[in-house]
Antibody, heavy 124, light 106 residues
Framework: QVQLQQWGAGLLKPSETLSLTCAVY????????WSWVRQPPGKGLEWIGE???????NYIPSLKSRVTISLDTSKNQFSLSLSSVTAADTAVYFC??????????????????WGRGTTVTVSS | SSELTQDPAVSVALGQTVRITCQGD??????ASWYQQKPGQAPVLVIY???YRPSGIPDRFSGSNSGNTASLTITGAQAGDEADYYC?????????FGGGTKLTVL
C-alpha cells in the first residue's frame, strides 16, 4: 500500500520561500498525478497544484506566479516551492496522490493517498 | 463557475440516515469524490467515481450524482462518523474542493 511521507520547514518569515518534499513509498510513481493541498487554520481544503511523472504541472491560478511543483523520479519524491510567503500562506500543507479511472467513457479523479500534513506558520 | 457549494453544517441522530450534498456546474462533467476529515488528521477518501468505496470504508457510505449535484449518504450514522466532509471535482485542469460540511452525530 502506498505511503506518503512529507517534511519541510514549519516556521517562515514573510517574503521567504516555503519548501516541502513528499516521498512516495510502496507504489509506482508513474501513472499518477502528485498533488499539494493546503488548509488554513479553521478553514477548508484548497488545492495548490499537481505534477505527473513526466513533469506536466497544473496550478491554481491564484498562486501560479509563486508556486513551483517539481519531482525527482530517481527518489520517488516531489516537492512544493512557494515564494514570497505572507501570513495568508499559514496552513497545514498535505501531499496526496491523484488517481483516476473511467466509467462508460466518463473519467473520474480522486485522491486516494495522503501525507500526514505539515504545519507551516508565517510570522515575523 | 468552478465553485462547489456545500451546507456548512448538518446533524443526524445516531443510527439515522443523513445526506450531504454538493452543488456545482463542474459536476455536470465530472464525478465528485468525497473525503472525511477528523480534527488534526489528513483527509480520507470515502467515495469516488460513480459510487465506489475504497477498501476499508464501511458500506453505510454511498454516493450519487444527478445533474449539478453530488450526494454523500451515510445510512445508519455512527458516532465515529462525526467529521468534516469535503466534496471534490475538477474544472478542466484544476481541482476544486467544496467548502466542507461539518457533520454532527447526536
Amino acid at each position: 500500500q502506498v505511503q506518503l511521507q512529507q517534511w519541510g520547514a514549519g516556521l517562515l518569515k514573510p517574503s521567504e520561500t516555503l519548501s516541502l518534499t513528499c516521498a512516495v513509498y510502496g507504489g509506482s510513481f508513474s501513472g499518477y498525478y502528485w498533488s499539494w493541498v493546503r488548509q488554513p487554520p479553521g478553514k477548508g481544503l484548497e488545492w495548490i497544484g499537481e505534477i505527473n511523472h513526466r513533469g506536466v504541472t497544473n496550478y491554481i491560478p491564484s498562486l501560479k506566479s509563486r508556486v513551483t511543483i517539481s519531482l525527482d523520479t530517481s527518489k520517488n519524491q516531489f516537492s512544493l516551492s512557494l515564494s514570497s510567503v505572507t501570513a495568508a500562506d499559514t496552513a497545514v500543507y498535505f501531499c496526496a496522490r491523484r488517481n483516476s479511472g473511467s466509467y462508460w467513457g466518463d473519467s473520474y479523479y480522486y485522491m486516494d493517498a495522503w501525507g500526514r500534513g505539515t504545519t507551516v506558520t508565517v510570522s515575523s | 463557475s468552478s465553485e462547489l457549494t456545500q451546507d456548512p453544517a448538518v446533524s443526524v441522530a445516531l443510527g439515522q440516515t443523513v445526506r450531504i450534498t454538493c452543488q456545482g456546474d463542474s459536476l455536470r462533467s465530472y464525478y465528485a469524490s468525497w473525503y472525511q476529515q477528523k480534527p488534526g488528521q489528513a483527509p480520507v477518501l470515502v467515495i469516488y467515481g460513480k459510487n465506489y468505496r475504497p477498501s476499508g470504508i464501511p458500506d453505510r457510505f454511498s454516493g450519487s450524482n444527478s445533474g449539478n449535484t453530488a450526494s454523500l449518504t451515510i445510512t445508519g450514522a455512527q458516532a465515529g462518523d462525526e467529521a468534516d466532509y469535503y466534496c471534490k471535482s475538477r474544472d478542466g485542469s484544476r481541482v476544486v474542493f467544496g467548502g466542507g460540511t461539518k457533520l454532527t452525530v447526536l
